[in-house]
């Protein structure tokens, strides 16, 4: 994380705004999702251009992540429990290729991701993106209802669908921000696991002594499955609540130390004083909880 992000992440996490951008997106060359745009791949152009990419992705994608990042997988094995079923999956936002590397570690043509509408570009880029399986979140209720749809079609063929709870992209930040509830309300209303996906960033005494970034290691943990009974919302806070509880625990478990949050009264008065993410998450999710992605 540059100097500049990094002094913004830390402005933000004293002040509770987790779920803010640390920078500028431009939305004027965005393609329109709305009109009856198509989610997957429906003509012949489209699906021969997915069927090209991914193999391509996934051959050049591994090694470019190996040697710029010393990428690896672990937990693999957490994937057979989600074999014969979809599965929503939920991975901390803190890597530019973070979507490549989550494609990598759950499979390029099973996998498909969420993200927000103006990433899709108008020309190729956009035709790119659409047939690596991105799936763009709208702002009105038709697109919301067009995205719920085909995630309701990709459970059904058994794929996985990928969201970023944490919402904003904030570059190699180690710590598992709030999530927000949308991705579980998925899972909840297509009866699927959530499968939690965990990015750690780790030292090495090789690539520090080269000035190098530090390595990535992605954790398939085990899936998380919803409680019986009770409301839709109900379930899917509890389900939210139980994924981002296997995310701290990875976390401490890597980083060796728990997980707090900086406080507004440390940056108020430029004490040492910290908080628990449990009170942080509860100020967060409680102010916040209407601004679900």
Known sequence: MTKKYKDKAIEFEKKGLFD???NEHRYDNALRIDEG????????SEKIRRFLLIPAVKFFGKIYAFFAYGFRIKGRKNLRKIRKSGAISVCNHVHEIDTLLVKLAL???RTYHTGSFYLLKKGWAG???KAGGF???GESVRDLENLQKTVGVLMKKKKIVNFYPEHALWF???KIRPFKTGAFRFAVK??????PVFIEFRQTRLRKAFGLQKKIVMHILPPV????GGSLKTRAESLRDSAFEAMREKYVAVYGKEMVYLTETAAETGSEEETTVQTACLRVMGCRRGQET
């Open 225 to 228: 499955y919803a409680t019986e």
């Open 135 to 137: 799936l763009p979140v």
């Open 127 to 129: 035709r790119i993106f």
């Open 172 to 174: 190699r930040y180690e």
């Open 37 to 44: 745009y198509s989610y997957l791949p429906r003509k012949i």
């Open 20 to 22: 803010q951008d640390l």
């Open 190 to 195: 297509f009866n699927v696991p959530v499968l």
């Open 107 to 109: 499979g390029g043509y």
